[in-house]
């Protein structure tokens, strides 16, 4: 049966809700005299314009004073005009970033499907470095976001306290889910024990990389005789190079002590590119046994773990968020999650190209409702 994350009290959308439903949730932070447009509405426009393309408030008011009569009273917005840049400006610097992810993140959810009888997300954190605060100490907004494998969709997102770092945000996002049954991929920053044991306390299996950072842990993963382990190979070629990747894996021998670890792997990843090959030697820790993760399985673990990397690479490239130059308060955050919100629809809507999405959706702005009305 697929997990669910803990839904906040505010929202628990069932798989029939459209997203404008599931908007309806989020707290509206004005007064309720002279409101002129719905929360909902306005938030759900965003969205569709981002799956349109556009990358700023400026863009977005300007999709907005495009949209027809017909698409502005889709969106509860009134049959005659569309709120302004500045409008939207104004309101999304004080939405509540957490109560919007957590309503799109338990909707998203929902709507994901499990790849190959086993959820498996990946967690990953962000800099939003156009965002910068030239105020406090050039501070950046840091986010990190849940990520669906197999469905390649953004699952929840959660800011890092400007006083703290990304390790304990993740605890806190691993919090609001259901892990049962859930494997969850994180890279080396958060090869920590009590990150893994929050994971087994909650049902769930990690997959962890182990990096220098962990010298002790490192070495002895290293030492370990890798020449008497069978290997298990794939290899793919395109975009004019050639991957081979060789995982080899083994129990996790007594003598080395992480919290609930059953396996350990060593995955050597060579890349031939116009006749020069380079290699990389990762190793890699797991408390699922061999009969839930066999070599191939680990394998994939760690190649679709890279998918939350590609939807940063989105964000940054695609959408320019590096870019940008929005600041005010919950803004940059608001932003970041209409980006994550479009990549996940598109993704669930058969896109595997999303620059190519964008363009499309961008011509035929109808088509660009489907996915975030229906």
């Given amino acids: 049966?697929?997990?669910?994350?803990?839904?906040?009290?505010?929202?628990?959308?069932?798989?029939?809700?459209?997203?404008?439903?599931?908007?309806?949730?989020?707290?509206?932070?004005?007064?309720?005299?002279?409101?002129?447009?719905?929360?909902?509405?306005?938030?759900?426009?965003?969205?569709?314009?981002?799956?349109?393309?556009?990358?700023?408030?400026?863009?977005?008011?300007?999709?907005?004073?495009?949209?027809?009569?017909?698409?502005?009273?889709?969106?509860?917005?009134?049959?005659?005009?569309?709120?302004?840049?500045?409008?939207?400006?104004?309101?999304?610097a004080r939405v509540d970033g957490d109560a919007l992810d957590a309503a799109l993140g338990v909707w998203m959810w929902t709507r994901t499907f499990v790849a190959g009888g086993r959820l498996v997300i990946a967690l990953d954190g962000k800099t939003v470095r156009g965002a910068r605060d030239r105020k406090a100490e050039g501070r950046a907004p840091h986010l990190v976001a849940a990520f669906d494998h197999g469905a390649g969709a953004v699952l929840g997102q959660v800011a890092v306290d400007a006083k703290t770092n990304e390790i304990p945000a993740t605890r806190t996002l691993l919090a609001q889910f259901d892990l049962r049954g859930v494997t969850v991929s994180l890279d080396a920053l958060h090869t920590q024990t009590a990150t893994a044991e929050?994971?087994?306390?909650?049902?769930?299996?990690?997959?962890?990389?182990?990096?220098?950072?962990?010298?002790?842990?490192?070495?002895?993963?290293?030492?370990?005789?890798?020449?008497?382990?069978?290997?298990?190979?794939?290899?793919?070629?395109?975009?004019?190079?050639?991957?081979?990747?060789?995982?080899?894996?083994?129990?996790?021998?007594?003598?080395?002590?992480?919290?609930?670890?059953?396996?350990?792997?060593?995955?050597?990843?060579?890349?031939?590119?116009?006749?020069?090959?380079?290699?990389?030697?990762?190793?890699?820790?797991?408390?699922?046994?061999?009969?839930?993760?066999?070599?191939?399985?680990?394998?994939?673990?760690?190649?679709g773990h890279w998918g939350i990397e590609a939807l940063h690479y989105i964000r940054d490239v695609t959408y320019g968020e590096d870019l940008s130059q929005v600041r005010t308060g919950q803004s940059p955050r608001v932003m970041a999650t209409f980006r994550n919100i479009a990549v996940s629809l598109l993704r669930l809507g058969g896109w595997n190209n999303i620059a190519e999405a964008l363009r499309h959706h961008a011509r035929w702005p109808d088509d660009a409702l489907t996915p975030a009305l229906t």
């Fill in 198 to 303: 929050q994971i087994i306390s909650a049902g769930g299996d990690y997959l962890l990389t182990v990096k220098k950072n962990i010298p002790a842990l490192h070495a002895q993963l290293k030492a370990l005789p890798w020449k008497d382990v069978p290997p298990t190979r794939s290899t793919v070629q395109g975009r004019g190079r050639r991957i081979t990747r060789t995982i080899k894996a083994t129990a996790v021998p007594d003598w080395i002590d992480f919290p609930g670890a059953a396996q350990v792997a060593q995955l050597r990843r060579t890349v031939t590119r116009k006749g020069k090959t380079s290699r990389e030697v990762v190793y890699l820790i797991t408390s699922a046994d061999h009969a839930v993760a066999p070599p191939d399985v680990i394998a994939a673990w760690a190649r």
């Fill in 1 to 92: 049966m697929p997990s669910s994350p803990t839904p906040p009290a505010t929202a628990t959308p069932t798989r029939h809700e459209r997203l404008l439903e599931v908007l309806e949730t989020v707290p509206d932070p004005r007064d309720n005299r002279g409101v002129r447009y719905p929360l909902a509405g306005m938030l759900a426009l965003a969205v569709t314009a981002t799956i349109a393309g556009t990358r700023s408030f400026t863009a977005i008011g300007q999709w907005a004073a495009a949209a027809t009569a017909e698409h502005l009273a889709t969106f509860g917005l009134g049959r005659t005009d569309a709120p302004d840049e500045s409008t939207l400006r104004k309101l999304f």
